[in-house]
């Protein structure tokens, strides 16, 4: 059986199981995310079986675009206990435990922006995008002509060491402005890649996800200035 099999037999197991927790327990997806089961140590101990739950949860959800970059982030928030514990504090504290997260409070939910960030920097839904070149123009010291399709490796460029610390480690403190102090400004606009780049980047960058209409981690102010060039 190929990977992509072993994958959907494992997630129809979580399915069942689920299916019947929540059954038994009247659970819904909130119910889910916002438990917090003291174990002694933590107040928010959400445990392995919480997130299998909510893989399923988000799966049925989620489009096919972004279902694999889910998958992953879920298990690196499974692999990152202080992640979870970071994310439940959060949710708490601004949502309460018994209401359902809105996109008005999103703002408020800094570090789940930043979970999310991170989780589209290491399993971008779409790792590589091409382009067609207009002119001939040269690229890194190279004359590259007309007609020629490019593909740009934007999985490679965020995982890239000469850009990013710690580069396949998941870090979503990286992307809180706070924890950052980013010297490398204008490098990092082109760094960060998930929905592509310039006048062919997704549309739905900004329309569709809150998290990125007013980030410093998109990447206008660059075509802007290429815009006035090419104009001056
Ligand atoms: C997490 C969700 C999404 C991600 C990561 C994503 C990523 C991307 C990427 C990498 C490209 C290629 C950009 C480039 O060549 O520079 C693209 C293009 C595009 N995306 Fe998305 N996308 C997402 C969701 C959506 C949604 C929800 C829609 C529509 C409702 C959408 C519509 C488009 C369209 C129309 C293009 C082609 C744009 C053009 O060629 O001018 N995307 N997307």
Same mark, same amino acid.
């Given at each position: 059986?190929?990977?992509?099999?072993?994958?959907?037999?494992?997630?129809?197991?979580?399915?069942?199981?689920?299916?019947?927790?929540?059954?038994?327990?009247?659970?819904?997806l909130?119910?889910?995310?916002?438990?917090a089961?003291?174990?002694?140590?933590?107040?928010?101990?959400?445990?392995?079986?919480?997130?299998?739950?909510?893989?399923?949860?988000?799966?049925?959800?989620?489009?096919?675009?972004?279902?694999?970059?889910?998958?992953?982030?879920?298990?690196?928030?499974? /692999?990152n206990?202080?992640? !979870?514990?970071?994310?439940?504090?959060?949710?708490?504290? &601004?949502?309460? $435990?018994?209401?359902?997260? @809105?996109?008005?409070?999103?703002?408020?939910?800094?570090?789940?922006?930043?979970?999310?960030?991170?989780?589209?920097?290491?399993?971008?839904?779409?790792?590589?995008?091409?382009?067609?070149?207009?002119?001939?123009?040269?690229?890194?010291?190279?004359?590259?002509?007309d007609?020629?399709?490019?593909?740009? /490796?934007?999985?490679?460029? !965020?995982?890239?060491?000469?850009?990013?610390?710690?580069? &396949?480690?998941? $870090?979503?403190?990286?992307? @809180?402005?706070?924890?950052?102090?980013?010297?490398?400004?204008?490098?990092v606009?082109?760094?960060?890649?998930?929905?592509?780049?310039?006048?062919?980047?997704?549309?739905?960058?900004?329309?569709?996800?809150?998290?990125?209409?007013?980030?410093?981690?998109?990447?206008?102010?660059?075509?802007?200035?290429?815009?006035?060039?090419?104009?001056?």
């Amino acid at each position: 059986m190929g990977l992509s099999g072993r994958y959907d037999k494992v997630l129809k197991t979580f399915l069942e199981e689920h299916e019947n927790v929540a059954e038994k327990q009247g659970m819904n997806l909130m119910d889910v995310l916002l438990e917090a089961k003291g174990d002694g140590k933590s107040e928010y101990n959400i445990t392995r079986d919480h997130i299998k739950s909510l893989f399923v949860e988000l799966l049925s959800g989620g489009t096919d675009t972004s279902k694999q970059t889910i998958q992953w982030t879920m298990a690196e928030i499974i /692999n990152n206990p202080s992640t !979870m514990e970071r994310m439940g504090e959060e949710i708490d504290s &601004v949502v309460g $435990k018994s209401k359902l997260i @809105l996109e008005t409070d999103l703002p408020k939910l800094p570090y789940l922006q930043a979970v999310v960030k991170e989780g589209l920097r290491l399993y971008p839904p779409i790792p590589v995008f091409g382009r067609r070149l207009q002119e001939g123009c040269v690229m890194g010291g190279f004359y590259v002509s007309d007609k020629t399709t490019l593909v740009v /490796n934007g999985y490679a460029v !965020m995982r890239d060491s000469d850009y990013w610390e710690y580069p &396949v480690d998941f $870090k979503p403190e990286r992307f @809180l402005a706070s924890e950052q102090e980013d010297a490398t400004k204008e490098k990092v606009v082109l760094k960060y890649l998930p929905f592509g780049s310039g006048r062919r980047a997704c549309p739905a960058k900004k329309s569709s996800l809150y998290l990125f209409r007013n980030s410093d981690w998109n990447d206008d102010s660059v075509f802007r200035l290429e815009d006035r060039r090419r104009q001056g």
